[in-house]
């Protein structure tokens, strides 16, 4: 199934990505921010499991700020499988 997430406090101000029935990440894409960087991090977590990209990504600070964008895509895969879990 395809999502979008609107992030918040980055230079990134969007994310697409797909999830699969069995939990599968494939076809991110951050809109804005450093587009290299965030190519990289798509390609990274292409077919990893959600779990695992939301326990390598979350907590992730950028410079100052208290989040990034590797944040804002486990805080949105949070979102995401809260949702898909309450309605199991």
């Given at each position: 199934m395809k999502y979008r997430y609107q992030t918040v406090g980055t230079c990134s101000q969007q994310i697409d990505f797909e999830i699969d029935d069995n939990n599968i990440l494939s076809n991110v894409q951050f809109y804005g921010g450093c587009n290299g960087n965030l190519k990289g991090i798509g390609r990274l977590v292409e077919g990893q499991p959600v779990a695992d990209v939301i326990s390598r990504l979350e907590g992730i600070p950028c410079g100052m700020k208290?989040?990034?964008?590797?944040?804002?895509?486990?805080?949105?895969?949070?979102?995401?499988?809260?949702?898909?879990?309450?309605?199991?």
């Open positions: 208290s989040t990034s964008c590797p944040d804002q895509l486990a805080t949105a895969l949070k979102k995401v499988m809260a949702k898909r879990n309450a309605n199991a």
